[in-house]
């Protein structure tokens, strides 16, 4: 168990909808990653934030967006759903914001999506 | 923009035998780490090692060990002893040193079978 926490694991949905996923980092950490894994594909990196600021951006659509709370816990947020976004979105906590550290990247244990 | 790339699709190896993924990436920085990590068909991202850029020696966790060669900008792993428990697709990821955001890029991951 690596200490972070996601739900819902599982959600169906259709086309054209919205959904909220939700990440609880390890205690004590400040950092929140997101990161899609489609079928048979590598983790493509989508999001970071630090104690509640965007710090990076990767491949994330227009259609989706995220945001870090105050306890720190974040969100994911999907809209306009179509069928490729069906995959397995993780996310990850760090301590800080990285930078000249030994960090390590935590996950959970991921959602995943499926779209129809 | 930083690759990774892990050629082999899929490996086997016999239990108690030793095997070695590949991975190579690119990149024009100095100062970077390097992980393992292996998702077992759970989907858990699980951390199997990490090295340091500036360190010359490879680092070792129990029967997992890298060959890590700088210049060549490649970062294997070796697993020995190898057990049931290690079946389980393996993704190398590269992280940048710095704080202007410290994503993971990672390979598209490697299939390892264990052979009884």
């Known amino acids: 168990d690596s200490g972070v926490t996601q739900t819902p694991k599982h959600l169906i949905t259709a086309t054209g909808q919205r959904v909220t996923l939700r990440c609880s980092p390890r205690s004590g950490d400040l950092s929140v990653y997101w990161y899609q894994q489609s079928l048979d594909q590598g983790l493509q990196f989508l999001i970071q934030y630090y104690n509640g600021e965007e710090r990076a951006k990767g491949n994330i659509l227009e259609r989706f967006s995220a945001q870090q709370f105050p306890d720190l816990h974040s969100e994911l947020n999907l809209s306009s759903l179509e069928l490729g976004d069906s995959a397995l979105y993780f996310c990850?906590?760090?301590?800080?914001?990285?930078?000249?550290?030994?960090?390590?990247?935590?996950f959970g244990p991921g959602t995943r999506l499926l779209v129809l | 923009a930083q690759t990774v790339t892990q050629s082999q699709p899929e490996m086997s190896v016999q239990e108690a035998e030793t095997v070695t993924l590949s991975c190579t990436y690119d990149?024009?920085?100095?100062?970077?780490?390097l992980f393992w990590y292996k998702q077992p068909p759970s989907r858990q991202m699980i951390l199997v090692i990490r090295q340091e850029a500036y360190k010359q020696q490879n680092a070792t966790e129990n029967r997992f060990s890298v060959n890590f060669q700088k210049a060549a900008k490649s970062f294997s792993l070796k697993i020995s002893d190898s057990q049931l428990g290690d079946a389980a697709m393996y993704f190398c990821a590269y992280r940048r040193a710095s704080n202007t955001g410290n994503q993971f890029y990672f390979g598209t991951g490697t299939s390892l079978t264990v052979i009884p």
């Open positions: 990850a906590s760090s301590a800080t914001s990285g930078g000249w550290y030994q960090e390590t990247q935590y």
């Open positions: 990149t024009s920085e100095s100062d970077y780490y």
